[in-house]
């Protein structure tokens, strides 16, 4: 096996996928930016669902937009819904693990802020519920996916915001998933700041 060539191949993969993409997920991501903004300028707040992964996502972005991105700035209101262990585990034992982020969205979640949910199937039943229980607060969603969207795409209102990487690999969704939060961490601190 020529490990030089199959690092190699990763690599092309991941470019061609992120160059293949631009225009079908520049709309989205922009628009994506905009609605987190007008959510942070009205005092809300971002909460950020997914599992494995994508729950490693979730705290990257959270701790890009409370601590800062590449500018110096005041921290922005985000919730990582995938760290706190205790509530994890109890929710998931005395109810459900489908409910581990529904249920602390209905606690925290309010009219205005917004979800950010990530699964790169879109079949995650937890993180459908979580979208579910973020409509059923008034907030907006912010869906980032791949294979087609899965199951979550039916779930989606008209108004909420779907960001789904054209492609089946889990690995190569989950790298452009990445290059997304940089850029709406990114976008998010050029609208707010003026950063060039």
Excluded: W
């Excluded at 992964?53 to 409370?66: K, P, R, T, V, W």
């Amino acid at each position: 096996m020529d490990l030089a060539e199959r690092i190699s191949a990763n690599f092309r993969d991941s470019a061609n996928l992120k160059l293949a993409a631009i225009k079908e997920l520049a709309a989205p991501i922009g628009a994506a930016i905009e609605t987190m903004v007008a959510c942070l300028r009205d005092d809300g707040k971002i909460l950020a669902c997914g599992n494995g992964g994508s729950a490693a996502d979730c705290q990257h972005f959270s701790s890009e937009l409370l601590n800062r991105f590449e500018a110096e700035r005041p921290g922005l209101a985000a919730v990582a819904l995938t760290t706190d262990t205790s509530t994890l585990t109890s929710i998931a034992n005395d109810y459900d693990y489908e409910q581990v982020f529904a249920r602390q969205i209905r606690a925290l979640g309010h009219p205005g802020d917004v979800l950010l949910a990530i699964s790169t199937s879109g079949n995650s039943r937890n993180i459908i519920a979580a979208v579910g229980a973020a409509h059923e607060a008034r907030m907006s969603v912010v869906a980032l996916t791949g294979k087609g969207g899965g199951a979550l795409l039916d779930e989606l209102a008209p108004n909420d915001i779907h960001i789904c990487v054209p492609s089946a690999v889990t690995a190569r969704i989950q790298e452009v998933h990445l290059l997304t939060l940089h850029c709406l961490c990114d976008g998010i601190d050029c609208l707010l700041l003026g950063v060039r």
